[in-house]
């Protein structure tokens, strides 16, 4: 395949089928890694600066320690944009030389004690907005974050067709979880959508408290954005981060498949959907990034003891599930 530039690479990623149940229940995971810079992100961040109010807008500014500075960095370096991330003072090192290496800014704030500092990049961001002139993308109340994802579920359409029976994901901005819901209901309406966020998060209620999933849920003190659409949600599902990264350590030892925390909980979530589904469901979830951002946190044994985190054995947990499954070819 011949492309004219990178961002045509951006979409069309692989689903990976896994059966549950002696064959029963069917689970599907949309493996996101394969976009460019290795997550779904690159998808909202394409759409964001392609409807940006005036294309003659040079420079722009989002608060991100991550996947959507990754994304919009890249593609600023296609269509020479001037690109400042706000990130975490404890943002990963790769994260920070990622942005850098694609030529954009990076300006890190909050303290360096491992909490998120998302009210506080926030504020910054709009603070430049103001007194810089620069475009703040706004992921969390962006109507471009969410439309970026139409493209996402006509591609599941086109693969599985309206047999989707639930579509379990994890939620942050609420951008692919509702834009991916929102088309998917307009062909199946009888799907189920279930949001999955860390324990501690604040989206779905609940006490605020610290959490380790990177790029997903919104922690105590930070606003949650009008991209959520909770009308298009039927549920929303806490998973602790040791359940999350449990479910990380598994897919990489038994699939082969290096996958991020926020994923982790997702499919941890559709597992326990599939306990209770109905035999013949067709259970959806997006593998939102690739794994090998955390290498030095999830599957780093010392990281997960600092943080008193301990790997339960999935297969042992799930044994309903995975009971005479086929083996892997």
Not at 66 to 74: D, I, R
Not at 76 to 88: C, E, H, K, P, Y
Not at 136 to 159: C, F, I, K, R
Request: charged content about 20%.
């Amino acid at each position: 395949m011949i492309v004219n530039s990178i961002l045509d690479t951006i979409g069309n990623t692989p689903l990976l089928f896994i059966s549950l149940r002696g064959g029963e229940i069917d689970l599907y995971l949309k493996l996101e890694m394969f976009n460019p810079t290795g997550s779904m992100k690159d998808r909202m961040a394409l759409s964001m600066i392609n409807s940006r109010p005036n294309e003659a807008v040079v420079d722009i500014v989002e608060s991100s320690s991550g996947n959507t500075a990754s994304a919009l960095a890249m593609i600023s370096a296609v269509r020479g944009i001037n690109f400042t991330a706000l990130m975490d003072s404890h943002a990963s090192p790769d994260k920070i030389l990622t942005v850098r290496a694609l030529g954009s800014n990076v300006r890190t704030v909050g303290s360096g004690d491992g909490a998120l500092a998302t009210d506080v990049r926030d504020r910054e961001a709009m603070r430049m907005s103001a007194e810089e002139d620069a475009y703040w993308t706004e992921q969390h109340n962006n109507p471009a974050n969410s439309a970026g994802y139409v493209g996402l579920a006509a591609e599941l359409l086109d693969d599985l067709g309206p047999t989707i029976s639930h579509l379990v994901c994890a939620i942050g901005t609420g951008g692919s979880l509702c834009g991916t819901a929102r088309h998917l209901r307009r062909h199946i309406p009888s799907i189920q959508v279930i949001g999955v966020e860390p324990a501690g998060s604040v989206i779905f209620g609940g006490q605020g408290a610290q959490y380790h999933q990177s790029g997903t849920g919104t922690p105590e003190g930070a606003e949650v954005g009008v991209v959520i659409d909770y009308n298009v949600i039927d549920s929303g599902r806490k998973v602790r981060d040791d359940m999350a990264f449990s479910i990380c350590h598994h897919l990489a030892q038994r699939h082969g498949l290096l996958v991020g925390g926020s994923t982790g909980g997702a499919i941890y979530e559709a597992l326990s959907v599939a306990r209770e589904a109905p035999i013949g469901s067709r259970i959806v979830t997006l593998a939102c990034d690739s794994g090998t951002k955390y290498l030095d946190t999830i599957f780093n044994q010392d990281w997960l003891s600092t943080h008193d985190i301990q790997i339960i054995d999935v297969e042992k947990h799930f044994a309903d599930l995975f009971a005479d499954a086929p083996s892997s070819p």
